[in-house]
T-cell receptor
Framework: GAVVSQHPSWVICKSGTSVKIECRSLDFQATTMFWYRQFPKQSLMLMATSNEGSKATYEQGVEKDKFLINHASLTLSTLTVTSAHPEDSSFYIC??????????FGPGTRLTVT | TQLLEQSPQFLSIQEGENLTVYCNSSSVFSSLQWYRQEPGEGPVLLVTVVTGGEVKKLKRLTFQFGDARKDSSLHITAAQPGDTGLYLCAGEVSNTGKLIFGQGTTLQVKP
């Protein structure tokens, strides 16, 4: 149980275009989901906290107008990278919280912006 | 800003050796979690420690949470090549679910 999926697993897009990444909790309902970014050979950095039915809370330094987060249901959160640039190329990982102090991570989405 | 310092960042040892990875912070965390991450995949939870002084064992892995809930360690006994990977500690902020990750420790166990 407690499986989290992400789609797509990898995506290549051209500079200036937008990309949407989906995060789904497959066998449980998650009121809270989190989005992380991981650059090569670095650790995970929290980008934002997504709560179902409300606006996401962004960490300091993360542009909310560039990284649009929507949490429309208890099993789905989406991250849209708008007007992507090469520096946005990264590994984006979501996690879903089953209960406090218990969250499960998706397999990640590799974004490459050319 | 809460920080979690993880050390060492890279460790290369021979099969059968023991090792310890440390995570330290000046901040108190409501829980501390250890993950293992394979290349191109998301982190997989190994253990969560919640109580100060708590010790948990998972086969050859021993996890300890500091008394003040500011630090933690992961000890691996008789490391195997299958233990090779990236180990991450993450502290939870004030029961919010928000995790602050350490820099990670890349472990290489040579046969």
């Amino acid at each position: 149980g407690a499986v989290v999926s992400q789609h797509p697993s990898w995506v290549i897009c051209k500079s200036g275009t937008s990309v949407k990444i989906e995060c789904r909790s497959l066998d449980f309902q998650a009121t809270t989901m989190f989005w992380y970014r991981q650059f090569p050979k670095q650790s995970l950095m929290l980008m934002a906290t997504s709560n179902e039915g409300s606006k996401a809370t962004y960490e300091q330094g993360v542009e909310k107008d560039k990284f649009l987060i929507n949490h429309a249901s208890l099993t789905l959160s989406t991250l849209t990278v708008t007007s992507a640039h090469p520096e946005d190329s990264s590994f984006y990982i979501c996690s879903a919280s089953l209960q406090v102090s218990e969250q499960y991570f998706g397999p990640g989405t590799r974004l490459t912006v050319t | 800003t809460q920080l979690l310092e993880q050390s060492p960042q890279f460790l290369s040892i021979q099969e059968g050796e023991n090792l310890t990875v440390y995570c330290n912070s000046s901040s108190v965390f409501s829980s501390l979690q250890w993950y293992r991450q394979e290349p191109g995949e998301g982190p997989v939870l190994l253990v969560t420690v919640v109580t100060g002084g708590e010790v948990k064992k998972l086969k050859r892995l021993t996890f300890q949470f500091g008394d003040a809930r500011k630090d933690s360690s992961l000890h691996i006994t008789a490391a195997q090549p299958g233990d090779t990977g990236l180990y991450l500690c993450a502290g939870e902020v004030s029961n919010t679910g928000k995790l602050i990750f350490g820099q990670g420790t890349t472990l290489q166990v040579k046969p």
